[in-house]
């Protein structure tokens, strides 16, 4: 399986970014919840779960970690195997790289890292201020 991020950049304060995540060699097995999901790490701190979207028999699913609700948006065009993660209201605190997973867990868990089972490279995203 293969997961490869991109999009990231340098954006000011209040603007916005749209992340892609191309998925690869994946094959859904008919019986485990898998999922889609985009964490971020930003340096001195814990990755955390940022968004994400229900995989087979989850379609339209999505859950979101606090501090991104109302701002960031994830979506999915399953006839590309690619998902997205569109971010506007951008502060510096959402300063981190950026990283797309395939997790493997009830939505509602899916945004715990313990839940992936697969990470993509990562994309870096800086908010300058």
């Known amino acids: 399986v293969q997961l490869v991020e991109s999009g990231g950049g340098l954006v000011q304060a209040g603007g916005s970014l749209r992340l892609s995540c191309a998925v690869s060699?994946?094959?859904?097995?008919?019986?485990?919840?898998?999922?889609i999901g985009w964490f971020r790490e930003a340096p001195g701190k814990q990755r955390e779960g940022v968004a994400i979207i229900g995989g087979d028999g989850y379609e339209g699913v999505t859950y979101y970690g606090d501090s991104v609700k109302g701002r960031f948006t994830i979506s999915s065009d399953n006839a590309k195997n690619t998902a997205y993660l569109q971010m506007n209201g951008l502060k510096p605190e959402d300063t981190a790289v950026y990283l797309c997973?395939?997790?493997?867990?009830?939505?509602?868990?899916?945004?715990?890292?313990?839940?992936?089972?697969?990470w993509g490279q990562g994309t870096q995203v800086t908010v300058s201020s």
């Open positions: 997973a395939l997790t493997r867990a009830p939505p509602l868990l899916a945004l715990k890292t313990i839940a992936v089972v697969y």
């Open positions: 060699g994946f094959t859904w097995d008919g019986f485990d919840d898998y999922h």
